[in-house]
């Protein structure tokens, strides 16, 4: 089973997701410019809308950081050890994992950890804390083989417990959705059960300038000008998003717990409605919210519907951005299930404020975002084994 998600959503002027000079993200679509949203800015902001708004528990919600080390010594001093033998034995037993600490006592690279997977670290340091307190500053030297050596220098049924601690990473469902990639472990790696596409204006987009000046509150009176000049870009877009989950995926990362499963999916699907992108929200607070709203659960196949937008739309006197942008997706899907059918669609429910710009996807308009979510537990629950499902 495939879960899709697709939303329409109209943002005030703003500079959500910036490049490398400040400005609005953009890209050639259509052949012309468009605002952009990145995939990695709208799963950050979906991580972060899990935790804020409670809608997974915070033991079921993984740690990116750089910072483990950090993390470990906490826990071991919790425990009553020594800071720098605490130190000491976290570096050591990160070595042992093949994880090489760098500058300022961080990884060379994010890691992307569940909660368990951090206390079952800290537990081994505490079990295994001779061993890993005789190792040698020899053992963990930096440079070509040192990461192998390292590995090698702890006794084997050491190493052999720090090997199997990362295998509880399924337990954590943002992990199990977004995946993870170790470099130096790859055998622990965790394949994305989710694709999160980049988000596009439906419509041209040119990027503006907010030229602003301050005054300094202490000024003389008598003293002309600004004492600060500068300007912001922004843009203004009514955008499309398009993610999927692939549901077998989903519960084979996470240990084929289905129940955390459909939470996962439903958590993800709220997430994704409620998240927005932090960017200079302090200056221009473009807190809007999606217009339009659509679940769609398949048996294979993922569609996209940006190609709806291929043509950019452009409202006449009487119309609004968003009511076109719906009208063109609703337009889109027609078109593709007239050309390839449906067979294999158990469901597609629409929310909207835009209901009567719907004609291809009106029967599947739903009152509310909750009532959505509630066809779309229906549709979950039915494929769970425990419920005579298929597995």
Known sequence: MKIELHIIQNFAPSNLNRDDTGAPKDCEFGGCRRARISSQCLKRSVRRAFNANRLLPEERLGIRTKRVLNELIRRLRGEGRPEEAARSVAVNALKTMGLEVAKEDKTQYLLFLSPAEIDAMAELCLNHWAPLAEMSAEDGARGKGAKKAAKGAAPKEVGADFQRVLLDGRRAADLALFGRMLADLPDRNIDAAAQVAHAISTHRVQTEFDYYTAVDDLKPGDTQGADMIGTIPFNSACFYRYANVDLEELVRNLDHDWELARQTVRAFVQASVQAIPTGKQTSMAAQNVPSFVMVVVREHGLWSLANAFVRPVHPRRDEDLVQVS????????????????????????????????LRNLASGRVSSLSALLANLDQALVARDPMNGGRS
């Not at 027609?334 to 059918?341: C, D, K, P």
Request: glycine share 12%.
């Open 326 to 357: 719906v009208v063109a997706l609703d337009r889109h899907w027609g078109n593709l299930t007239e050309m390839y059918g449906s067979d294999g669609i158990h469901g597609a429910w629409v929310a909207t404020m835009e209901s009567e710009a």
